[in-house]
């Protein structure tokens, strides 16, 4: 004990390294020292050992069985690393040989959240607040599946009550302001950032297109953009009534709308050509600590073989087609795609499907990949940008179509594009084959990818939105000059293209 009490103080310390040795000298005089594995599985964990804690805590449940607290570490320890199953079960046991404690229940509800399942949240969220109805936490969870499902009066309901009793939780205070908008927010922070950013932000979920283009007209909004175009959430109607005298699209559709009432589309082909790449994120800002070689995951977190050469593509099933696959595979949805594998001579231990993952983990797992393989008939998107942030080289065959050309123009703006962009299916499994066999050219194509993470234009927010800033005086001058739209290609030149007034 007097061990487990050193380890304890270490731990408080955040010496976690002297902490973990403490706790084993304890296991080496008493194997069955529960309060030493609880606790150096708690350290692990901490320290990112995430197969060693699921070890200890293993380790105690042989011990106890029916122990809460341990059932609770172990399913919050599966649910940090995504592993869904694993986790559901512990808090399920939990639930079992506990009463009247609402923990299992908010776990379960952020659980069932990530996976899309609304109904079981909302449920587990109102045993919260049955067994405790002060509970702020089930509040602002249920009220984030409420916005999720699209019932935002709820949503805005639980959260008002929420900061009725908890004054001072600013969560709450932020989910509410961003209850509204154009279409549901989704309560995620960037709904919340942007809002904050904003000179001014205008709720318009609420009303007509009418309104809304009524508003925007008495407003004077000189551009107006369409982040939408022709999908889930998307208001066309307020464009096609032209509340304003320049309207754009970017983004969101990866086409063309054809409507006569869209001026101009940004993009990097064609149109309102921008430098680099049309694609904007931040992850220089945002996602910066995987760069940093402790935040490297190990294989063995997600079940992966570390003597094995690992493909990858992050994209959605319906982006796969049967030439990309016989491709890859020398035909495929989940069930059906490991049955064509297997008539293609793939076994099924080769084929790894993973969970979906919080952006920030979905990018330290992308590093462990050795080469991704994108859709050429839709292709990677964000998922492509994600892709060469974890420092991951990237295969990818441009088509003729805007969505078939995104990857390959994601790829230029690293400075890497003409070693990863094909030009024939052909050429794309050759350049795939050629590079699993020569590892050291694979190894120092990605050791290149790591190094210009933060200098080149890809990953330049600053950089890009000021060029995007050059597009629309452009704009705002051809128009105040008489002429119509046309299109035309964004220099750097600040006498051409001034990025301010």
Known sequence: MAFVLLGLVYYEQGNLEMAIRNYRRAIARDAECFEAYS????????????????????????????????????????????????DAQCYNLNLAVTTGISVPFTNLAVLYMQQGNYRLAISCCNEV???????????????????????????????????????????????????????????????????????????????????????????????????????????????????????????????????????????????????????????????????????????????????????????????????????????????????????????????????????????KRCSLVDLSLDTPLYNAHTTGTDVPWAGLPMITLPLEKMATRVAGSLCLATGLGDEMIVSSMKEYQEKAVSLALNRPKLKNLTNRHKAVRMSCPLFDTAHWVRNLERSYFKMWNLYCSGQHPQHFKVTENDSEFPFDR
Not at 59 to 65: G, L, R, V
Not at 169 to 189: I, K, Q, V
Request: proline share 5%.
């Open 39 to 86: 606790n150096l599985g708690n350290a692990l964990r901490d320290a990112g050992r995430v197969q060693e804690a699921i070890h200890c805590y293993d380790h105690c449940i042989s011990f106890q069985p029916d122990h809460p607290q341990i059932l609770s570490n172990l399913g919050n320890t599966y649910m940090e690393r995504n592993m869904m199953s694993g």
């Open 129 to 363: 607040l049955r067994i405790n109805p002060m509970a702020t936490d089930g509040l602002v969870n249920r009220g984030i599946t409420y916005v999720e499902s699209g019932k935002v009066n709820e949503a805005m309901q639980d959260y008002t009550r929420a900061i009725a009793i908890s004054p001072t939780r600013a969560d709450a205070h932020e989910l509410l302001a961003s209850a509204y908008m154009m279409s549901p927010n989704d309560g995620t922070e960037w709904g919340i950032h942007i809002q904050y950013e904003a000179e001014h932000f205008i709720d318009v979920s609420s009303l007509t297109f009418d309104l809304t283009a009524r508003m925007i007209n008495e407003d004077q909004i000189q551009i107006l953009i369409d982040l939408n175009g022709y999908t889930k959430g998307g208001r066309s109607e307020i464009f096609a009534m032209q509340p304003a005298p320049i309207q754009v699209s970017y983004m969101g559709f990866p086409g063309t709308t054809g409507a006569t009432y869209i001026d101009y589309m940004i993009t990097d082909e064609k149109l309102v050509h921008l430098p680099h790449c049309y694609f904007v994120n931040d992850y220089k800002q945002k996602n910066r600590n995987v760069l940093y070689p402790n935040s490297q995951p190990k294989w063995s977190d997600y079940g992966l073989p570390e003597d094995k050469f690992i493909f990858a593509c992050f994209n959605q099933l319906n982006k796969m087609d049967p030439e990309i696959f016989t491709t890859w595979g020398e035909e495929a949805l989940r069930i059906s795609l490991v049955t064509d594998a297997a008539a293609q001579g793939l076994q099924q231990n080769q084929i790894i499907f993973t969970d979906v993952a919080m952006k920030q983990e979905h990018i």
